[in-house]
């Protein structure tokens, strides 16, 4: 059996890499979180195999663990995920950290392992789904089980069953997952990006509310497949196009911010798709106003604003009390891991999209960029003019949507006043391009 070595901080990754090397190379893969944790194994047992970040921590990881490869004359092949400085002899690069069919590809050749080998691998024997989305399939396509206590699979539908009292029963028993063979985990993930996207696009009849649960069920899917799922980029491009034409529809029928915030905090709804869809809002105001926009502009930052801040959504969701950007990169209960996630989450995100063959034109630079930063790294201060225009109206939509919620937080009975949220936006945006896509909210319909 191979042995792989992965150097890697980046929480969501790591699971990622670990599950998919050992299921299609059939590899022992060891994971660790620093670079001089690698060379310490080393000491123990040599591996066929080192992948590494680029950069951890600071670090630059791949020039560190190449020169100990070349320095001790082992065998073992280097293949660095990201952008290396420079040129390292026998190095293979692999750019996109989320483009994983390029690096199974890359790893199957070092190793030998071919196309036929990687079909024979054994998987494991049940995938999860959660029940929110099998609960959108009028049949199921096939066998679903639960998970005893005992950790054995017992089957409770079988191909075609009408599934939704079993569900309901489960979710008053606080059963909220269910399993499918892994042979058949693309077929069910298929069956229900086609049953959302086919909703999504048939909400003629359907209320402001009603619209609103649908869109967020397209975002929860998206946002629990995005990393986990790489194999399925077409169906969630689908959802995220389907949801961002309903985003749109939202935004035209909600007279104002206050309103639309009623009805996302009567749903419950977390903070990533609150957020993105008020932000959408005012963002559509913008596009109307400024004289350069079109409807095109529209569909563009409603995609980029459903997948903008998506890295973020398991963080929120395993810490709910808190809120804003800052609250995460500032609070004790984020670990330096999750936090380094918050700092790239922009960039994360930005490298998913721009494998998405069908997401729009320049969405991926929108993403990186829409916190005024062009790499994606980070958060800015000064803002600058090196960013596009429609990164700007993204910049200043998210911080007027941040100013008014705060408000909100601070007093629930809070009457939007908009010249004063104007006059915080203008003092944290000096430059002139931006006042002037500010000075387009001054009509903006807030109450």
Request: aromatic share 8%.
């Amino acid at each position: 059996m191979s042995q792989i070595l992965v150097i890697s901080d980046n929480e969501i990754l790591n699971q990622l890499y670990v599950t998919n090397l050992e299921v299609y190379l059939g590899a022992k893969v060891t994971l660790v979180d620093a670079t001089k944790k690698g060379v310490e194994l080393f000491k123990k047992s040599v591996p066929d195999l080192v992948i590494t970040l680029n950069m951890i921590n600071g670090h630059d990881s791949a020039s560190e663990i190449h020169n100990y490869i070349v320095l001790n004359k082992y065998k073992s092949r280097l293949i660095v995920i990201g952008n290396p400085g420079k040129e390292m002899d026998s190095v293979i690069v692999v750019p996109n950290s989320y483009n994983l069919q390029n690096l199974i590809r890359s790893c199957a050749k070092e190793l030998g392992v071919t196309a036929k080998d990687m079909a024979e691998k054994e998987m494991p024997q049940y995938y999860p789904i959660e029940q929110e989305f099998l609960s959108k399939l009028r049949e199921v396509p096939c066998s679903v089980y639960i998970q005893m206590k005992n950790g054995n699979y017992t089957m409770v539908a079988k191909k075609g069953d009408t599934i939704g009292e079993t569900i309901k029963q489960f979710v008053k028993e606080g059963i909220t997952t269910l399993y499918v063979n892994s042979l058949d985990r693309l077929l069910i993930i298929n069956m229900i990006s086609l049953s959302i996207v086919d909703f999504l696009k048939n909400t003629e009849g359907l209320d402001t509310t009603e619209k609103s649960e649908a869109v967020k069920t397209g975002f929860n899917f998206a946002s629990q497949s995005f990393t986990t799922s790489p194999e399925v980029t077409a169906e969630i491009v689908n959802i995220a196009n389907a949801c961002t034409k309903v985003m749109e529809e939202i935004v035209n029928e909600t007279p104002s911010l206050k309103k639309l915030l009623s009805i996302l905090n009567s749903q419950r709804d977390g903070y990533v798709y609150t957020h993105s869809i008020l932000a959408a809002y005012v963002s559509n105001h913008i596009i109307r106003r400024v004289s350069w926009g079109g409807e095109s502009h529209i569909e563009k930052i409603n995609f980029v604003l459903f997948f903008h801040d998506i890295m973020l959504a398991p963080i929120y969701l395993k810490h709910p009390t808190l809120k804003y950007e800052e609250d995460l990169l500032f609070s004790d209960a984020l670990n330096d891991k999750e936090k380094e996630v918050v700092l790239n989450h922009a960039r994360l995100a930005a490298e998913v999209i721009v494998t998405y063959k069908r997401a729009p034109i320049g969405a991926d630079l929108l993403i990186k960029q829409h916190h005024g930063i062009t790499n994606g790294i980070g958060f800015a201060i000064d803002f600058k003019d090196d960013i596009s225009p429609l990164s700007k109206i993204v910049l200043i939509s998210e911080a007027f949507v941040e100013e008014f919620m705060k408000l909100r937080d601070q007093n629930p009975d809070y009457i939007l006043d908009v010249k004063k949220i104007i006059e915080v936006l203008t003092e944290k945006f000096k430059k002139t391009t931006y006042k002037k896509i500010i000075e387009t909210l001054e009509n903006f319909p807030g109450n």
